[in-house]
């Protein structure tokens, strides 16, 4: 059985940044795309940023992914954190080859979320 989990999330001041974490079970993460991706209340799914099985990131400005093959484990760092970041943060996985999904519904796997608040 398939099982990701996020971790880091929390309350953290405008500026500040955060490391979230996405370990997997059932499966390795190296041989997939992995996603992480955001919902704010009221708004839809975003990815903001994806890597590779061989390393090649999609990341949006503030949001820097990198992955840990040892440790099973795909990060998420977000820098000067705004208000409009807080959302619920998802990792999602897709065993490649070809790109990642261009669609919130193309990923495989799901984790729970881990909810970031940024707020003064």
């Known amino acids: 059985q398939v099982h990701l989990v996020e971790s880091g999330g929390g309350s953290v001041q405008p500026g500040g940044s955060l490391t979230l974490s996405c370990t997997a079970s059932?499966?390795?993460?190296?041989?997939?795309?992995v996603g992480w991706l955001r919902q704010a209340p009221g708004q839809e799914r975003e990815a903001v940023a994806s890597?590779?099985?061989i390393g090649h990131n999609t990341m949006k400005g503030r949001f820097t992914v990198s992955r840990d093959s040892a440790k099973r484990t795909v990060y998420l760092q977000i820098d000067a954190l705004k208000p409009e970041d807080t959302a619920i943060y998802y990792c999602?996985?897709?065993?490649?080859?070809?790109?990642?999904?261009?669609?919130?519904?193309?990923?495989?796997?799901w984790g729970q979320g881990t909810q970031v608040t940024v707020s003064s």
């Open positions: 059932g499966i390795n993460l190296d041989d997939f795309h």
């Open positions: 890597i590779s099985p």
């Open positions: 999602a996985a897709k065993k490649g080859p070809g790109g990642p999904p261009r669609t919130t519904d193309g990923w495989t796997y």
